[in-house]
């Protein structure tokens, strides 16, 4: 499956952003899809993940209470909305999508290429 994220961009704190992620060649709703971000420095981070149907999603604790995430298996999408954005939020994110729920990087199959998101304090 190949993924493509789009959707970010520069906002100013305490604001909100929704990233987007398009699939194609694949079967969209057998994968679990995912979000994960990476900041300058650091390693990649768990953001959210949601199940094949969309009834069940996680959030890595940086994103509990602010981010919501869901999909559209009929226009093969997963979005992310994220508010109250504060300047720690500032990564690239990733899409990702894997057969099996996980919570680290290395169990997950696909990768798209990153969006930039930058939040200014």
């Known amino acids: 499956v190949q993924l493509q994220a789009s959707g970010g961009g520069l906002v100013q704190a305490g604001g909100s952003l929704r990233l987007s992620c398009a699939a194609s060649g694949d079967t969209f709703s057998r994968y679990i899809m995912g979000w994960f971000r990476q900041a300058p420095g650091k390693e990649r981070e768990f953001v959210s993940a949601?199940?094949?149907?969309?009834?069940?999603?996680y959030f890595g604790d940086s994103a509990k209470g602010r981010f919501t995430i869901s999909r559209d298996n009929a226009r093969n999408t997963v979005y992310l909305q994220m508010n109250n954005l504060k300047p720690e939020d500032t990564a690239v994110y990733y899409c990702t999508a894997a057969y099996e729920l996980g919570y680290s990087a290395e169990e997950y199959d696909y990768w798209g290429q990153g969006t930039l998101v930058t939040v200014s304090s």
């Open positions: 949601i199940s094949r149907s969309g009834s069940s999603s």
